[in-house]
T-cell receptor
Framework: EAGVAQSPRYKIIEKRQSVAFWCNPI?????LYWYQQILGQGPKLLIQ????????DSQLPKDRFSAERLKGVDSTLKIQPAKLEDSAVYLC???????????????FGPGTRLLVL | TQLLEQSPQFLSIQEGENLTVYCNSS?????LQWYRQEPGEGPVLLVT?????EVKKLKRLTFQFGDARKDSSLHITAAQPGDTGLYLC?????????????FGQGTILTVHP
């Protein structure tokens, strides 16, 4: 079974530029997550989709970050304009939908490493 | 302020030694997970614990969920160089209606041959 795919793997941009990341989840996984992992910290949830609807985007800096999941499959995360503090690894994860309170397993992609200069 | 505090943040040991990593919070979690992350990769789930006092074993790894479901520990027996990596605990807060994970800051483990 193919895992979660992300691209690009690395990106270097200058501050105030725009950047977009792409994620293809595991086939059949209804839930998709975007996390930001700053060096030395654990991942922080930015946005969670259930199919193509947003479940939680409370920690997404909406003035510069946006995300969409068209047709409930692939997803893109965009930063416009980027700031120095956006330098981080952006992880995408997906999971099957299971009834609460059961805890589904999240499968993570390899991440996109973003460096903002 | 981290909702989940992991300690220690760094651990450097020799092959064959035992170690314990702690994950503590003042909040109650309905479930708690442990992940291992290698450089250049995403986290990989090791275990999920859901019952207070639960103990799970995975080969040389032993995971425990506190009775009050506010803390957890990961114990590794006879560590090997292949155990090197970033260990993350992550929990779902009690009462959350969907599986939003909150991660600790991680423990970087280095096992020297």
């Amino acid at each position: 079974e193919a895992g979660v795919a992300q691209s690009p793997r690395y990106k270097i941009i200058e501050k105030r530029q725009s950047v977009a990341f792409w994620c293809n989840p595991i086939s059949g996984h209804a839930t998709l997550y975007w996390y930001q992992q700053i060096l030395g910290q654990g991942p922080k949830l930015l946005i969670q989709f259930q199919n193509n609807g947003v479940v939680d985007d409370s920690q997404l800096p909406k003035d510069r970050f946006s995300a969409e999941r068209l047709k409930g499959v692939d997803s893109t995360l965009k930063i416009q304009p980027a700031k120095l503090e956006d330098s981080a690894v952006y992880l995408c994860a997906s999971s099957l939908q299971v009834p609460w309170p059961y805890q589904e397993t999240q499968y993570f992609g390899p991440g996109t490493r973003l460096l903002v200069l | 302020t981290q909702l989940l505090e992991q300690s220690p943040q760094f651990l450097s040991i020799q092959e064959g030694e035992n170690l314990t990593v702690y994950c503590n919070s003042s909040s109650v979690f309905s479930s708690l997970q442990w992940y291992r992350q290698e450089p250049g990769e995403g986290p990989v789930l090791l275990v999920t614990v859901v019952t207070g006092g639960e103990v799970k074993k995975l080969k040389r790894l032993t995971f425990q969920f506190g009775d009050a479901r506010k803390d957890s520990s990961l114990h590794i027996t006879a560590a090997q160089p292949g155990d090197t990596g970033l260990y993350l605990c992550a929990g779902v807060l009690g009462g959350t209606s969907y599986g939003k994970l909150t991660f600790g800051q991680g423990t970087i483990l280095t096992v020297h041959p």
